[in-house]
């Protein structure tokens, strides 16, 4: 993990919701209206109360919910850094969006019932949505056992999971579900959804106002990129023979395990390309590029 890239690097759309959702989780809590944001038909179907399904969309209703929500939120960054900011964007806007329709839709249906009133606030869709590239590209890297139960390092990430989607029963289990249901709905390319790119005006306002000090940022994935171009350059050159054994495109499961170390997604394609998709090589050739 260490040499990565930290913080909100390469994310700047991870940066602009974990920023949205914890101000306004803080503002309605200081203000004691966390209770009233969750969705509820009474609200949404009946008084036409459109706001609220903004503010559900983003604001956390407790203090646990808010925590375990900004970890994974910023732990999920990962796979902006692997598709891109534009392609994420969309990831986000769809799935929040297909999320809080399938919640309404729920309060439909169960309007007649005593089951359920309310649901609970809070990105939930990007956030079970993201679990489903989490499970299908993320690999497992290592394994340990405490006090004789298996885990990996995956682990934590599907605990924190589940003390969310349970954090308030079934207010919160509907939603998760409903956000499960949406990055399925994305992984299966539904209305060639993962073809479509956001306007690029769009993609400049979050680069522009959420990158984190985009000076030194972009420098040092520039400088990161350069160095393994003029590495692998060398290289190359030192073994004329290796144009003849063509390696294949790597496995997006290796790309994504690589950012998820905070490696720009550039260089560990690059990478893994002159390691011949050998992850461990491909480390190495990354963390030297690096120092130089």
Known sequence: ??????GFQNA?????????????????????????????????????????????????QSTPELLFGMYLLYYFRVFERQ???NKYSVFSLFTIAVSLLLEILSLVLLKDTNYLSTLA??????????????????????RFRIFGVNFTDKSFIYLAGLQLLLSSGKRSLIPGICGLIAGSLYRLNVLGIRRIKMPQIIASFFARFFAPSS?????????????????????IQNNPL?????????????IAMLVSMGFDGNAARQALMRARNDINAATNIL???QTR
Do not use: C
Request: aromatic share 12%; glycine share 12%.
């Open 83 to 85: 598709i891109g900011s």
């Open 121 to 142: 606030s809070g990105p939930y869709g990007l956030i079970f949505a993201s679990f489903i590239p989490f499970f299908l590209d993320i690999p497992v890297t290592s």
């Open 12 to 60: 700047p759309v991870t940066r602009a919701v974990v920023l949205a959702s914890g101000l306004l989780s803080v503002v309605f809590s200081a203000q004691r209206r966390a209770r009233a944001l969750g969705l509820s038909y009474q609200g949404i179907v009946k008084n036409f109360r459109l706001w609220r399904i903004f503010t559900s969309g983003f604001a956390f």
């Open 242 to 254: 290796s144009g003849f054994a063509p390696v294949g495109e790597p496995p997006e499961s290796s």
């Open 215 to 235: 000076g030194g940022s972009s420098r040092s994935s520039r400088s990161l990129v350069g160095n393994l171009t003029s590495h692998t350059g060398r290289a």
């Open 287 to 289: 963390l030297e590029a």
């Open 1 to 6: 993990m260490q040499g990565g890239v930290s």
